[in-house]
T-cell receptor, first 111, second 114 residues
Framework: GQSLEQPSEVTAVEGAIVQINCTYQ??????LSWYQQHDGGAPTFLSY????GLEETGRFSSFLSRSDSYGYLLLQELQMKDSASYFC????????????FGKGTTLSVSS | AAGVIQSPRHLIKEKRETATLKCYPI?????VYWYQQGPGQDPQFLIS???????DKGSIPDRFSAQQFSDYHSELNMSSLELGDSALYFC?????????????FGPGTRLTVT
């Protein structure tokens, strides 16, 4: 089967750094994506890792280790607006196909 | 830039009624995905289409059907609605063959079944 595990909640203060981990089990691996979703809003794409290593996009970075079936999303210089749910996801049967999401991590940023 | 459009944004139906949700992908996007998200849950993949053909099927109930039309818009038809069908329904689109695997999500249709 396919599954992705991530913590259900994370809390942090403004300006801090937070790491959201994701471990996965899948019969075929076609990359790991991260999406952000504010309450009641649409998921929005943050990053995609197909190969091992770190991808950086502004304050957000994503890391992948295929040998460990593990990835993480790193959020730096946290802002209140970063309070949202973060989902790791992989593709159903090849890159570009439907997303299978983890349960999501709710990040709460306080001042 | 144009985004994915979904209509209606809110829909209230009674049990056993039918509902039709519409999705208009970003212009030139040829792939459409439908997801269902219950309260406090992750989005669950229902069904996807590429070039008007069903490409993958997820956890879509037999009571639901969907199709993609020649202009690439898609409709999700839901019959014999149940209370458990109350959820946010997202449509997402993508241009196949693009360098990015990003899926662009619409604002969703909030379906309430009473």
């Amino acid at each position: 089967g396919q599954s992705l595990e991530q913590p259900s909640e994370v809390t942090a203060v403004e300006g801090a750094i937070v790491q959201i981990n994701c471990t996965y089990q899948t019969s075929g691996f076609y990359g790991l994506s991260w999406y952000q979703q504010h309450d009641g809003g649409a998921p929005t794409f943050l990053s995609y890792n197909a190969l091992d290593g770190l991808e950086e996009t502004g304050r957000f970075s994503s890391f992948l280790s295929r040998s460990d079936s593990y990835g993480y999303l790193l959020l730096q210089e946290l802002q209140m607006k970063d309070s949202a749910s973060y989902f790791c996801a992989h593709h159903l049967n090849q890159a570009g196909t439907a997303l299978i999401f983890g349960k999501g991590t709710t990040l709460s940023v306080s001042s | 830039a144009a985004g994915v459009i979904q209509s209606p944004r809110h829909l209230i139906k009674e049990k056993r009624e039918t509902a039709t949700l519409k999705c208009y992908p970003i212009p030139r996007h040829d792939t459409v995905y439908w997801y269902q998200q219950g309260p406090g849950q992750d989005p669950q993949f229902l069904i996807s289409f590429y070039e008007k053909m069903q490409s993958d099927k997820g956890s879509i109930p037999d009571r639901f059907s969907a199709q993609q039309f020649s202009d690439y818009h898609s409709e999700l038809n839901m019959s014999s609605l149940e209370l458990g069908d109350s959820a946010l329904y997202f449509c997402a689109s993508r241009l196949s063959g693009s360098d990015s695997y990003e899926q662009y999500f619409g604002p969703g249709t909030r379906l309430t079944v009473t």
